[in-house]
């Protein structure tokens, strides 16, 4: 039988914490919105005594996200509760969240306190909160820190209080999983009424470990990961959402299954990455660009033969459409046969070693060898005459009080036809013209526009991968005027879909 790992969201509360990472209430309802539509079962939706904008923040979220739990935080003043109890007024399910830091660090040097003095502001907190929602959360702050005896004190006073969720925060971060892991089994073994509340970790990344930590947590009882998206969080981040969540899912031998869509996994990351303006390093687990990327030719042949070779996680699984085979100079033929295929070019075995000994070449003076690239490697400037879809006539009309037209003009298998379309702006209205002459539905994917050199007459390259019927194409050009590269290079596209 599975146990439910309940996932606790706090990027809306310690993850905008960060400098730099502050949303307004608008762009919280569209994050809180997503995370609802992720499936998260409790989001924190922030600190209401800590500013107006905060607390108008928790009532918004509280009147249009109805499923997850909405959760807002307090010390254990209560001013902070009565404040916060106001916030989740429209809330269909609410949590106050309410604690104090107990380890000696924090009882002498920031409470200038003794520890009974804090164990009876830790039962009173739990108490007044209790007045207003039947829901409280007591976190022990730093309780990574804390002496086990002192903290299961602590616990089973708060639990007999009325806590219904117990959070063991490993706030700087400074536990080693195995530590960790037995601070959570000591709770669970030698604290009385224990089985009456939830326990949750709230792991910080200061060292690294946040996630290690969490799932070693997670192991020896707690059953609630406080997370955020991408990790976001105070100085090094805490624990990010989408690797428990894959951990879980990856190790379901485990038993313990948290209720996650994961395929929106990926979406809800780039928008996080955003509109908090925090850009998701390449090589960051579950998300990032180079998650499924892979450059060694004896990996890319692996992968080409049989996916889980070298994948454990199908990147479907997260919202990613396919996996990256990147060519360097460290990739083999295989390689290199599928990403020209892709293109277009099914070459036997004779033309592949020839094209391969030429790419070898290449890749040795440049760092990323691209599809134009390959083109040329397979000699694709001599069949721009067998093109069935050629650009014959484009114009097009915008500026800041005009609405943005496109005129098209196609040669489609030796006729002409043309269209005329609006859109969001030139490429946008070109492109859509050009939905209308081509019978063949495909959505772009993916639109890129680099400089070659310098200066305002420089060649803009347009690199376009577009989807039709499940099957993903790519297209590319290069002109001074980068909507007519752009047009070209969605045509180079469809041509390869015909």
């Avoid at 998260?40 to 009532?59: H, I, K, R, T, Y």
């Avoid at 005896?149 to 708060?158: F, K, N």
């Avoid at 996650?260 to 509109?275: A, E, P």
């Avoid at 043309?418 to 013209?433: C, L, M, Y």
Wanted: proline content about 2%; glycine content about 8%.
């Amino acid at each position: 039988m599975s146990d439910k790992l309940y996932i606790f969201d706090t990027t809306l509360r310690d993850g905008e914490q960060v400098p730099g990472c502050q949303l307004n209430t608008v762009e919280k309802i569209e994050v809180a919105k997503a995370l609802d539509l992720l499936g998260v079962d409790v989001l924190e939706a922030g600190f209401p005594v800590s500013s107006p904008g905060d607390f108008q923040s928790v009532v918004e979220i509280s009147k249009v996200v109805k499923n997850p739990v909405i959760c807002a935080l307090t010390r254990a003043i209560e001013k902070d509760i009565e404040v916060a109890a106001d916030s989740l007024r429209y809330a269909k399910r609410k949590r106050i969240h309410t604690g104090i830091g107990t380890s000696d660090y924090h009882i002498k040097f920031k409470f200038n306190s003794n520890r009974e003095d804090i164990l009876q502001r830790a039962i009173a907190c739990v108490k007044y909160a209790k007045k207003f929602v039947e829901d409280v959360e007591f976190y022990a702050e730093d309780a990574g820190r804390t002496e086990n005896e002192y903290l299961a004190q602590v616990i089973e006073a708060v639990i007999a209080a009325g806590a219904t969720v117990v959070n063991i925060p490993d706030t700087t971060g400074y536990c080693l999983p195995d530590e960790f892991g037995a601070k959570i089994r000591f709770l669970k073994e030698n604290v009385n009424g224990i089985e009456n509340a939830i326990i949750s970790t709230h792991c910080h990344n200061d060292l690294g470990m946040a996630t290690a930590n969490t799932i070693s947590g997670i192991i020896n009882g707690a059953r609630q990961a406080e997370v955020t998206i991408n990790g976001i969080g105070e100085r090094a981040g805490n624990t990010s959402l989408e690797e428990v969540v894959m951990i879980m899912k990856s190790r379901k031998h485990l038993g313990i299954v948290p209720g996650i869509r994961t395929k929106h996994l990926l979406k809800t990351s780039r928008m996080v990455s955003s509109l908090m303006n925090m850009p998701v390093q390449p090589n960051k687990a579950i998300v990032g660009r180079n998650a499924f990327s892979h450059s060694s030719g004896i990996h890319q042949d692996g992968v080409l033969k049989y996916r889980e070779n070298y994948e454990i996680i199908d990147p479907i699984d997260v919202g990613v459409n396919e996996s990256s085979i990147a060519l360097t100079a460290r990739s083999g033929r295989a390689a290199l046969k599928h990403r020209l295929s892709m293109l277009g070019y099914h070459l036997g075995k004779e033309q592949v070693d020839l094209v391969y000994k030429r790419f070898l070449d290449l890749a040795d003076k440049k760092k990323d060898i691209r599809d134009e690239d390959l083109e040329i490697l397979a000699g694709s400037n001599g069949n721009k005459k067998n093109k069935k879809v050629k650009l014959e006539h484009l114009q097009v009309l915008c500026g800041k009080s005009t609405v943005p037209m496109a005129t098209v003009t196609l040669n489609i298998n030796g006729e002409s036809f043309s269209h005329t379309s609006s859109g969001n702006g030139p490429v946008d209205s070109s492109f859509e013209a050009i939905r209308q002459l081509v019978h063949h539905q495909f959505r772009v994917e993916e639109y890129l526009v680099q400089a070659i050199t310098k200066g305002s007459d420089d060649i803009g390259k347009v690199h376009i991968q577009i989807e039709n019927k499940g099957k993903y194409y790519y297209g590319f050009s290069g002109n001074t005027d980068v909507v007519t590269a752009s047009v070209e290079a969605l045509i180079d596209a469809i041509n390869k879909i015909i």
